[in-house]
């Protein structure tokens, strides 16, 4: 239910063709799987509506043990199908959601991307398909209220991406998170002057703020991007004609821990390994924060938008 039937991948090639959600999935509570649904609904700035990760700090519980106060970079887990693949040929059945991933793709080369790539999911939204998205408040309470096929949930507007930079500011981040921060926050900035002021009645305080922020994440000026904060009080840009699609910006990659082998025994050797330089190699996916809020459904395309060289490799996140 709620799995795209999907083509052979065009694996390794990014750019060359589109990719395609094969299915999504979300989990109102702690568990390693997340089971699939029909759809699932973004939340700039904090995630999967529904989900239990979502947030503007970290939410994964071993993250939350060490440093609570860390900003989430880990909203939205993605891992390409062609993995599942992968594993069922050493004898792991693997489903869809069974890694606790929220969007299962498959046609991109998810690893081989860099820090700060942007997914733009579905075709543009225009008239009444725009008019329809829902907006309303980062408020916690509506992004948990349920994971159920069709659930309705909060979309805000790019303004509120901003929210998990201003985290970073109030966070002691190392220099690998801090150059992370830095591209997200850059990307960011450029979708914000993408934005005319007739849309984006914070354009032009972002113009002006924006630019210090990507040169230093952890000023103080990160809550400005936002407009606060939290990213409260931001203009409504996410409704009406030429309205953005729901996109995610990645971060980094997915850090595969035992609880893979007490989910299936002996798969995090498959998903986890050295390459010939003996340099670790992480395969479980990759994670990624919400730009643009919206509806994501199996069979939506898939685009891909890459920062402006040099480019950031993945990492852990």
Do not use: W
Request: glycine share 14%.
């Amino acid at each position: 239910m709620g799995v795209y039937q999907r083509k052979p991948a065009v694996a390794g090639i990014v750019g060359a063709e589109p990719g395609v959600v094969a299915s999504v999935s979300c989990n109102d509570v702690y568990s390693f799987t997340k089971p699939t649904r029909g759809e699932i609904t973004l939340v700039a700035g904090l995630g999967v509506a529904g989900d239990v990760h979502a947030g503007t700090t970290v939410k994964h519980r071993g993250r939350v043990a060490a440093d609570p106060t860390q900003p989430n970079l880990r909203q939205v887990h993605l891992i390409h199908a062609e993995l599942h693949d992968e594993v069922r040929t050493q004898g792991y059945e693997v489903p869809a959601g069974g890694l606790g991933e929220n969007v299962t793709t498959v046609g991109l080369d998810l690893l081989g991307l860099p820090v700060g790539t942007i997914l733009r999911f579905g075709p543009p939204p225009v008239g009444a398909a725009a008019a329809a998205t829902t907006t309303g408040p980062p408020d916690g309470a509506a992004v948990r209220a349920g994971c159920a096929d069709g659930a309705a949930g909060p979309v805000g507007p790019v303004e509120r991406a901003a929210a998990v930079v201003a985290a970073a500011a109030a966070a002691d981040t190392g220099d690998a998170i801090a150059a992370v921060v830095a591209v997200l926050a850059a990307r960011i900035e450029a979708e914000y002057l993408t934005e005319s002021p007739a849309k984006n009645p914070a354009g032009s305080q972002a113009k002006s703020s924006a630019g210090n922020l990507a040169g230093n994440p952890a000023g103080s000026s990160a809550g400005n991007l936002a407009g606060s904060p939290a990213g409260k009080g931001a203009g409504n840009s996410e409704v009406g004609e030429g309205a953005p699609r729901p996109a995610v910006i990645v971060t980094g990659l997915r850090n595969p821990c035992n609880q893979i082998n007490g989910y299936r025994a002996g798969l995090l050797k498959h998903v986890l390994g050295r390459d010939g330089r003996g340099n670790l190699v992480r395969k479980a996916g990759v994670m990624a924060v919400v730009l643009h809020g919206g509806t994501i459904r199996p069979g939506d395309r898939i685009s891909v938008d890459l920062p402006e060289s040099p480019h950031l490799p993945l990492d852990r996140v």
